[in-house]
Nanobody
C-alpha cells in the first residue's frame, strides 16, 4: 500500500509560480513512474505530467509544455511539479499518482492516487 500526499497548492496571480510536492509513504516509489493529473470544476480529470523511475524520461501535456517541470527525489520518496507562467486555465485540483511507466501514468492506470491540492490562478 502506498499513501500519496500532495502539498504546495494555493492562490497566485497569473504569471506566477507554484511548486507542488507529492510525498509517498508506505512503500518506496523509487521503481515506479510518477505523475500528476488535474481536474477543473465541471471537467474531467486530465493528464499533466509523468516521470519515470530514473528521471531519464518525462512526459507533459501540450497545455503545460515549456511552463511546468516534473522532477523526483527517490531518496525522499517525493515527486515535484514546478509550475511557472501560470494561467487562469491552470486552476484545478492537482493529483499525484503512480504507474508502471510513463504511458500507464498518462492513461491514468495508476493504482494509487493522492487526495489532491487546490491550485487557483487569478487573472
Amino acid at each position: 500500500q502506498v499513501r500519496l500526499v500532495e502539498s504546495g497548492g494555493g492562490l497566485v496571480q497569473a504569471g506566477g509560480s507554484l511548486r507542488l510536492s507529492c510525498a509517498a509513504s508506505g512503500r518506496t516509489i523509487s521503481s515506479t513512474a510518477m505523475g500528476w493529473f488535474r481536474q477543473a470544476p465541471g471537467k474531467e480529470r486530465e493528464f499533466v505530467s509523468a516521470i519515470n523511475w530514473a528521471s531519464s524520461n518525462t512526459d507533459y501535456a501540450d497545455s503545460v509544455k515549456g511552463r511546468f517541470t516534473i522532477s523526483r527525489d527517490n531518496a525522499k520518496n517525493t515527486v515535484y511539479l514546478q509550475m511557472n507562467s501560470l494561467k487562469p486555465e491552470d486552476t484545478a485540483v492537482y493529483y499525484c499518482t503512480t504507474g508502471l511507466n510513463n504511458l500507464s501514468v498518462r492513461r491514468g492506470q495508476g493504482n494509487y492516487w493522492g487526495q489532491g491540492t487546490q491550485v487557483t490562478i487569478s487573472s
